[in-house]
């Protein structure tokens, strides 16, 4: 069975601070790795990893793929409030139409 | 920008009444999803669809029928809606390796 595992299941912090959130995967023929921020709202779209070692870089945020060790990080550095969110990731197996397995999330709170 | 629009933000219903859920997505996506989301389990496919016609179960399609008869329009089916099926909704499509998911709809059975 597929599986997506998250740690730690939330977060307190304070501005400024650097965090790292994990997820571990089981899934057999693997594809991709996606990772989401989900406010309010319906979640958005932050990264996707295919290959490991390789980093990917959005302002602040960063995330890497060990595919060896099945597993992903996401750091935030110099967090702010704005950051607060749970944050989700998605495995995609090698299967027809394109299915996610995700995991149950990290909620992050930044405190000012 | 792809939009991914779904009729509710919010739906209250009584047990055992015939649910409808909508999404509609403009960007002629093939593949089409319903997820519920819940604390502390993420999110879950009930069931999706690769093309007009064509439905897969997810991981958890038992209460639940999908319908997808225009390529733009896939909708959730809850036949007699239960309170233990209180939950976000989310729809989704899919292209390029990224899935664009809709608002949600919070739905509560009571």
């Known amino acids: 069975e597929d599986k997506v595992v998250q740690s730690p299941l939330s977060l307190v912090v304070h501005e400024g601070d650097t965090v790292t959130l994990n997820c571990s995967y089981e899934?057999?023929?693997?594809?991709?790795l996606l990772w989401y921020k989900q406010e309010k709202k319906a979640p958005t779209f932050l990264f996707m990893l295919?290959?490991?070692?390789i980093e990917k870089k959005s302002g602040r945020l960063s995330s890497i793929l060990d595919k060896k060790e099945l597993f992903s990080i996401l750091n935030i550095t110099a967090t702010q409030t704005g950051d607060s969110a749970i944050y989700l990731c998605?495995?995609?197996?090698?299967?027809?139409?394109?299915?996610?397995?995700f995991g149950a999330g990290t909620i992050l709170r930044v405190k000012s | 920008d792809v939009k991914v629009t779904q009729s509710s933000r919010y739906l209250v219903k009584r047990t055992g009444e015939k649910v409808f859920l909508e999404c509609v997505q403009d960007?002629?996506?093939?593949?089409m999803f319903w997820y519920r989301q819940d604390p502390g389990l993420g999110l879950r496919l009930i069931y999706f669809?690769?093309?007009?016609?064509?439905?897969e179960k997810g991981d958890i399609p038992e209460g639940y029928s999908v319908s997808r008869e225009k390529k733009e329009r896939f909708s959730l089916i809850l036949e007699s809606a239960s309170t233990n099926q209180t939950s976000m909704y989310l729809c989704?499509?899919?292209?390029?390796?990224?899935?664009?998911f809709g608002p949600g709809t919070r739905l509560t059975v009571l």
């Open positions: 899934v057999t023929n693997f594809r991709s």
């Open positions: 998605a495995v995609g197996p090698m299967e027809y139409g394109n299915k996610l397995v």
């Open positions: 669809s690769y093309d007009v016609k064509m439905k």
């Open positions: 295919t290959s490991s070692g």
């Open positions: 989704a499509s899919f292209s390029d390796n990224e899935q664009f």
């Open positions: 960007m002629d996506h093939e593949n």
